[in-house]
């Protein structure tokens, strides 16, 4: 069954290995560098129709360098993603989805955080070429545009984020929750047209600030957003660095007893995290997690978890 995840960090991670800060390597080979979660190899064991690769910058880096960072990674995705492995196919529009080939696998370029470009509009306009389809206005931290999950205080949006979020809607963009304050979410749903939650469980059964509370996710069901489950085990159960298929899988069917069959999706965080489900370690092992839903749930609702739910809800067509 062929996977589409909304969200991974290997971008960051070989930006890393180019500055000398990961293993100790001048640079990590996406096609099977065994460091990469996503790597190509993993992801045609994992059956992948298309991957989401986020831009992702650590909060730390100096303000005035972030752009170049950013660029940088842009750059990482062009010549080691895309440059070097011609099945990997760049979607830049939804429509894009609809042309992918037998064999071929969808590469989409993600924005997790507004920092880099501040509160200079030319520059996320330039992301929107780039082909950005999704967009978290925060990481953890605060930002011009609102606070992030991880932020004390707990702010919402602010009027610049306001903005950023109408232009996201003008550029069929979805805004992403994963990161948000509660405040922020509903801030979101709010001025949102089209909304995700890329990669995030749910609350009530792991009291985590990255989960989302009932109400929310009600709302996010409500508005024909997307819910993708997590794979990071402390935000599967509280407090823990283990976790299991069957325990991620509670996460799937609370969100289909809120609603939400038609709305669930993938967006594991590999490349993004350090403890992993067990039997589900990297993209190469995505089979062990469809196996297991199809023993609860028929193919045609396993099938939309994996992709088609996703391509159900694309921007260009809730907008008609």
């Given at each position: 069954?062929?996977?589409?995840?909304?969200?991974?960090?290997?971008?960051?991670?070989?930006?890393?290995?180019?500055?000398?800060?990961?293993?100790?390597?001048?640079?990590?080979?996406?096609t099977?560098?065994?460091?990469?979660?996503?790597?190509?190899?993993?992801?045609?064991?994992?059956?992948?129709?298309?991957?989401?690769?986020?831009?992702?910058?650590?909060?730390?880096?100096?303000?005035?360098?972030?752009?170049?960072?950013?660029?940088?990674?842009?750059?990482?995705?062009?010549?080691?993603?895309?440059?070097?492995?011609?099945?990997m196919?760049?979607?830049?529009?939804?429509?894009?989805?609809?042309?992918?080939?037998?064999?071929?696998?969808?590469?989409?370029?993600?924005?997790?955080?507004?920092?880099?470009?501040?509160?200079?509009?030319?520059?996320?306009?330039?992301?929107?070429?780039?082909?950005?389809?999704?967009?978290?206005?925060?990481?953890?931290?605060?930002?011009?545009?609102?606070?992030?999950?991880?932020?004390?205080?707990?702010?919402?949006?602010?009027?610049?984020?306001?903005?950023?979020?109408?232009?996201?809607?003008?550029?069929?963009?979805?805004?992403?929750?994963?990161?948000?304050?509660?405040?922020?979410?509903?801030?979101?749903?709010?001025?949102?047209?089209?909304?995700?939650?890329?990669?995030?469980?749910?609350?009530?059964?792991?009291?985590?600030?990255?989960?989302?509370?009932?109400?929310?996710?009600?709302a996010?069901?409500?508005?024909?957003?997307?819910?993708?489950?997590?794979?990071?085990?402390?935000?599967i159960?509280?407090?823990?660095?283990?976790?299991?298929?069957?325990?991620?899988?509670?996460?799937?069917?609370?969100?289909?007893?809120?609603?939400?069959?038609?709305?669930?999706?993938?967006?594991?965080?590999?490349?993004?995290?350090?403890?992993y489900?067990?039997?589900?370690?990297?993209?190469?092992?995505?089979?062990?997690?469809?196996?297991?839903?199809?023993?609860?749930?028929?193919?045609?609702?396993?099938?939309?978890?994996?992709?088609?739910?996703?391509?159900?809800h694309?921007?260009?067509?809730?907008?008609?």
């Amino acid at each position: 069954m062929k996977i589409l995840d909304a969200h991974c960090d290997a971008l960051y991670k070989l930006q890393l290995a180019k500055r000398g800060k990961y293993y100790n390597q001048q640079a990590l080979s996406f096609t099977d560098g065994p460091e990469l979660d996503t790597n190509l190899e993993r992801l045609h064991k994992g059956r992948y129709y298309t991957q989401f690769f986020a831009l992702f910058l650590e909060p730390d880096i100096p303000s005035d360098e972030k752009w170049q960072h950013l660029l940088e990674q842009i750059d990482l995705f062009h010549t080691e993603v895309l440059a070097k492995h011609p099945q990997m196919k760049h979607i830049k529009k939804w429509t894009d989805f609809d042309d992918l080939q037998d064999g071929e696998i969808g590469a989409v370029l993600t924005l997790e955080g507004a920092d880099p470009f501040g509160n200079d509009l030319t520059r996320l306009r330039q992301l929107y070429r780039e082909g950005i389809l999704s967009f978290g206005l925060t990481w953890n931290n605060a930002n011009l545009c609102a606070d992030g999950a991880g932020e004390p205080r707990g702010g919402g949006l602010t009027l610049f984020g306001k903005e950023v979020v109408a232009l996201n809607n003008e550029h069929l963009v979805f805004t992403d929750v994963s990161h948000s304050t509660v405040k922020g979410f509903w801030d979101i749903m709010e001025h949102a047209d089209f909304v995700i939650a890329s990669h995030s469980n749910v609350r009530a059964l792991c009291e985590h600030p990255r989960n989302l509370y009932d109400d929310q996710i009600k709302a996010l069901f409500d508005k024909k957003g997307l819910m993708h489950v997590v794979f990071n085990p402390p935000f599967i159960n509280k407090g823990s660095e283990v976790a299991t298929i069957d325990d991620l899988i509670k996460h799937i069917d609370y969100l289909c007893e809120l609603g939400g069959v038609k709305q669930i999706g993938f967006g594991s965080d590999f490349d993004g995290i350090s403890t992993y489900v067990k039997d589900l370690e990297h993209a190469g092992k995505y089979e062990n997690l469809i196996n297991e839903l199809l023993k609860r749930y028929s193919e045609e609702d396993v099938k939309g978890f994996a992709q088609q739910n996703f391509l159900d809800h694309r921007p260009h067509l809730l907008r008609k």
